[in-house]
Nanobody, 120 residues
C-alpha cells in the first residue's frame, strides 16, 4: 500500500503565494508520473500539473506562468509553487502518483486533498 500526504494549503489573498507538498510513502519500488489535480466548488476534478520521474512537466493553460511543479525523487515528494493566486484557483488540491511496487505491479494513488482558498 502507498500513502500520499499533502500539506501546505490554506487561506491567501489574491496575488499571494502558497507552496504545496506531497510526500509518498509505503511499498514503493519506483514512482513514475506524479501530479496535482484540483476540484473547485461545483466543478469536476481537473489537471493542474504533472511531472515525470525524469523531470518533464505539463501544465494546465490556466496556471502556466504562475504555478511551478517540482520533484525530489530521493524523498518521493513533489511540490507545487503557486504564485499570483486568483480567486478562481480556490479548490481542493489533490496529489496523484503512478507507483510500481516491488512485485512490479503498477497502481495509481490519490492523496486526501488540501484546501486552497484565495479570498480577500
Amino acid at each position: 500500500q502507498v500513502q500520499l500526504v499533502e500539506s501546505g494549503g490554506g487561506l491567501v489573498q489574491p496575488g499571494g503565494s502558497l507552496r504545496l507538498s506531497c510526500a509518498a510513502s509505503g511499498s514503493i519500488f519506483r514512482i513514475n508520473t506524479m501530479g496535482w489535480y484540483r476540484q473547485g466548488p461545483g466543478k469536476q476534478r481537473e489537471l493542474v500539473a504533472t511531472i515525470t520521474s525524469g523531470g518533464s512537466t505539463n501544465y494546465a493553460d490556466s496556471v502556466k506562468g504562475r504555478f511551478t511543479i517540482s520533484r525530489d525523487n530521493a524523498k518521493n515528494t513533489i511540490y507545487l509553487q503557486m504564485n499570483s493566486l486568483k480567486p478562481e484557483d480556490t479548490a481542493v488540491y489533490y496529489c496523484n502518483a503512478d507507483v510500481k511496487n516491488y512485485f512490479q505491479s503498477a497502481y495509481n494513488y490519490w492523496g486526501q486533498g488540501t484546501q486552497v482558498t484565495v479570498s480577500s
